[in-house]
């Protein structure tokens, strides 16, 4: 064997056991129970840890090529796996060209296979008019199809009714997905235009700029068409108890759908929003506590299928107000959180829900790599699959800061956050490539998956 993960308590879906992990050739081998023990080249003990199936993040934005001063593969993959995060599937958009074609998915392929410490795979884009590229991106390894509902910048246009038929029709019946930021376009556009016209510059008037009915609308609306085309979707971060309860409808209609909500929707306020600031502007905004309350119901009861951090860095220029200088209108939207998401949401299920931990490994991983087609490769401690862990001391306290972020940005609404419990050790296809609190792994070890 190459590595043997001792004494560690292994979680799964369904229960916690405490067992050996051994990994040969970066798949795991073997998980023995008893007390016979085999050979093993590295031994890496895990005395009074949980041993959980490496982190997947399906909703990053890396920002390369092309958007650097953001983020890059290399500083976004560093972050990932001290936080636990030993996969993740990079945003087609922020991207120089945007993932919107073959060319385009080859060159993003060769500008990052040196730099990622974990692996990876890439959204292929979907905006309104390169339908017919789908093929070409599919067949090197593009499986889900990223669109906006609303405005995502000039250079990746929103699609509507129309389009998204056609592309539902078009890969109905097939693995492939489609990927949705569901907010209605229009009824932002029309509540902005409100808002701005009476002068108004808040935190508060951005909330209200972005109702919850635009977040319902726009997956009710895409619901339908996926039910009606059979096509499979998945609802990118939801935001609100009452956009998940159409959700589980869908679901139990037969729908084929999943979808994802993150941490800060989890943990944050839009009174924390109103409070710390522009760390926390993000889209779909922050709601309320009875909201965020109302969320984890359905998080607990799988039909958000799993949590992302929908990374989405930016520069301080970009991101903080100047003390109220800068307009709300003109700050950048999105929250980084690829490093810190596993060690919030097991502080929230084990520490202050007290809940299983196997909660965190649905939430964190195996959802994620079911509802992505990942798994059984990924996403789950169980012989045959890659050797990817992440070890938690469930205990070890902690606090969220600017300086201990590897982010090439660092700042992050997170910071200030305190709890217990966070990933110590993380291990992708056998090799250790975090340790006491040091990335150990090298760059272009991380690979992108076909
Ligand atoms: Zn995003």
């Known amino acids: 064997m190459d590595v043997r993960v001792k004494n560690g308590r292994i979680v799964d879906a369904d ?14 081998a073997a998980i023995m129970t008893g007390d016979e023990v085999i050979a093993a080249a590295e031994e890496i003990d895990a005395k009074g840890n949980f041993i959980f199936p490496g982190g ?15 983020e890059t593969f290399s500083t976004g993959s560093k972050a990932a796996a001290a936080g636990g995060i030993t996969t993740i599937i990079d945003m087609p958009l922020q991207n120089t060209p945007n993932l919107l074609n073959i060319n385009a998915y080859k060159n993003k392929a060769e500008a990052v296979k040196n730099a990622s410490y974990i692996d990876y795979c890439f959204w292929g884009g979907f905006v309104n008019d390169n339908i017919a590229d789908f093929d070409g991106m599919a067949d090197i390894g593009a499986k889900h199809f990223k669109a906006f509902m609303s405005s995502a910048g000039s250079d990746y246009p929103f699609v509507n009714n129309g389009i998204i038929k056609k592309a539902m029709e078009k890969l109905a019946g097939t693995k492939l997905m489609l990927g949705f930021h569901c907010e209605d376009y229009h009824i932002i556009a029309e509540e902005e235009k409100k808002i701005t016209q009476a002068g108004k510059n808040t935190r508060r008037d951005f909330l209200d700029s972005r109702p919850l009915i635009a977040e319902f609308i726009a997956t009710k609306n895409i619901i339908d068409m996926a039910g009606y085309t059979g096509a499979k979707v998945h609802i990118c971060h939801v935001s609100h108890p009452e956009v998940a309860e159409e959700i589980r409808k869908a679901k139990h209609q037969g729908v084929k759908i999943t979808a994802e909500t993150c941490p800060h929707y989890l943990v944050f306020t839009e009174e924390d929003m109103l409070e710390k600031g522009t760390l926390l502007k993000c889209a779909p905004p922050l709601r309320n506590r009875q909201a965020r309350e109302g969320l984890w119901q359905y998080v607990l009861d799988g039909t958000l299928d799993c949590v992302v951090s929908d990374h989405s860095p930016a520069s301080s220029e970009e991101k903080l107000d100047d003390g109220g200088k800068k307009s709300i209108w003109d700050v950048w939207s999105g929250i980084s ?6 060690q919030v949401i097991f502080n929230e299920v084990y520490h202050k829900r007290k809940l299983s931990p196997c909660y965190v490994a649905k939430m964190m ?20 699959a890659d050797g990817d862990l992440a070890i938690v001391d469930p205990e070890k306290e902690w606090e969220i800061k600017g300086d201990k972020l590897l982010y090439t940005n660092k700042i992050s609404g997170f910071e200030g956050l305190k709890g217990k419990g966070c990933v110590v050790t993380s291990i992708l296809r056998g090799q250790v ?6 990335i150990v792994g090298k760059p272009g070890y991380g690979r992108l998956i076909q």
Not at 15 to 28: A, E, F, M, N
Not at 337 to 342: D, L, S
Request: hydrophobic share 35%.
């Open 56 to 70: 997947i993040d399906p909703h990053v934005h890396f920002n390369d090529p092309g958007y650097n001063w953001r």
């Open 365 to 384: 991983s195996l959802g994620a790599a079911k509802a992505f087609d990942l798994y059984p490769a990924k996403g789950a401690v169980i012989p045959g």
């Open 433 to 438: 490539i975090y340790q006491n609190e040091i």
């Open 337 to 342: 959180g690829v490093q810190t998401g596993f």
């Open 15 to 28: 229960r916690v056991y405490q067992g050996d992990v051994y990994i040969k050739d970066g798949k795991i």
